[in-house]
């Protein structure tokens, strides 16, 4: 059974949070290349920047991790299930931990702090919390 009216919210914000956090795990991907051309013209490599091309894949994968949580919980949610909503608001939850979790910093001209995980201005971590949070009470 689909559930619908109100009860969509708060999937539907799950959804439209892990979207969003896939896209950033995306743009995160992407940037490694472009620190990596950076590094090329400047003639250094990862240890010289003074960060491991391994953490940033860690990065990737758990922004990836975390919008998939999202979208599965979002999709779950909507079929009817309590777990959907659970599961987005764990995934949505190490989101929010995960922006402040240092990895390390990059130091080419300037020092950039990394953390565990890639966010859109922190805003799709707490679309999904509180997509997660908006299915449990509606459900009740």
Avoid at 3 to 27: C, D, N, Q, R, T
Avoid at 69 to 92: D, E, N, T
Wanted: net charge neutral; glycine share 14%.
């Amino acid at each position: 059974m689909v559930v619908k009216g109100k009860l969509l919210v708060g999937p539907v914000l799950a959804l439209v949070g892990g979207i969003i956090m896939l896209f950033s795990g995306y743009f995160v991907f992407a940037s490694i290349a472009s620190i990596e051309e950076t590094l090329a013209l400047a003639a250094l490599s990862w240890a010289d920047a003074g960060f491991s091309l391994e953490l940033m894949y860690l990065r990737v994968a758990c922004t990836f991790l975390w919008g998939v949580m999202g979208i599965i919980g979002g999709i779950i949610a909507i079929i009817g299930k309590k777990l959907g909503s659970v599961l987005a608001l764990i995934g949505g939850l190490l989101g929010v931990v995960g922006m402040f979790v240092p990895l390390g910093t990059i130091t080419i001209v300037i020092t950039v702090p990394v953390t565990l995980s890639a966010s859109f201005m922190l805003l799709d971590p707490i679309i999904i919390v509180l997509g997660g949070i908006i299915g449990l009470i509606l459900k009740d």
